[in-house]
């Protein structure tokens, strides 16, 4: 167990809805981060916030968002959804004290499928 | 650019045998940080080992250990007495020291033979 959490661990939709996926990073940990990962590929770096402010984007559609919220749990917006959104999402969090790089612990993912 | 290549989309190993899978990664950066990471079909992502680039000291968990060549920029697994619970997808990822993006490989994925 890393220590992250996250909700739902599945999650069934029709195209154009939209869904919130929900991280708490581990006990102290100031950055989390979002990542996609779709069958069969590797993870692609969506967003990351650090303290409540954004800090990198990655591949991030427009269509998606995020925010971090002052108890630093995370939510992931996915709005207008496709078909092709239908991925495995994780989110990680890290230390990260200051600007130093930290080793990011994975959640459980959210597995999401849209139809 | 910076880029993590893993050029064995596959491997399999005999249990009990050893395998090493392979990873290089392309920076400018001096300062960084080299992992592996394991995804079983549970699909969690589960750190196996981590290398600090100033270090020369080759980083080891039990019976993971890595061979960092940091002037080649290459950074090799070693999974000595391969288990069944070993049967995943491995990637390698490489983050700069004051860098916020991960950069992954596109993983091998292992098969332990009994």
């Not at chain 1, 100031?30 to 916030?49: A, P, T």
């Not at chain 1, 990655?58 to 709005?79: K, M, T, V, W, Y």
């Not at chain 2, 993006?101 to 332990?112: A, C, E, I, K, P």
Request: net charge negative.
């Amino acid at each position: 167990d890393s220590g992250v959490t996250q909700t739902p661990k599945h999650l069934i939709t029709a195209t154009g809805q939209r869904v919130t996926l929900r991280c708490s990073p581990r006990s102290g940990d100031l950055s989390v981060y979002w990542y996609q990962q779709s069958l069969d590929q590797g993870l692609q770096f969506l967003i990351q916030y650090y303290n409540g402010e954004e800090r990198a984007k990655g591949n991030i559609l427009e269509r998606f968002s995020a925010q971090q919220f002052p108890d630093l749990h995370s939510e992931l917006n996915l709005s207008s959804l496709e078909l092709g959104d239908s991925a495995l999402y994780f989110c990680a969090s890290s230390a990260d004290r200051g600007l130093l790089a930290d080793t990011q612990y994975f959640g459980p993912g959210t597995r999401l499928t849209v139809l | 650019a910076q880029t993590v290549t893993q050029s064995q989309p596959e491997m399999s190993v005999q249990e009990a045998e050893t395998v090493t899978l392979s990873c290089t990664y392309d920076t400018s950066e001096s300062d960084y940080y080299l992992f592996w990471y394991k995804q079983p079909p549970s699909r969690q992502m589960i750190l196996v080992i981590r290398q600090e680039a100033y270090k020369q000291q080759n980083a080891t968990e039990n019976r993971f250990s890595v061979n960092f060549q940091k002037a080649a920029k290459s950074f090799s697994l070693k999974i000595s007495d391969s288990q069944l619970g070993d049967a995943a997808m491995y990637f390698c990822a490489y983050i700069p020291n004051t860098g916020n993006q991960f950069y992954f490989g596109t993983g091998t994925s292992l098969t332990v033979i009994p």
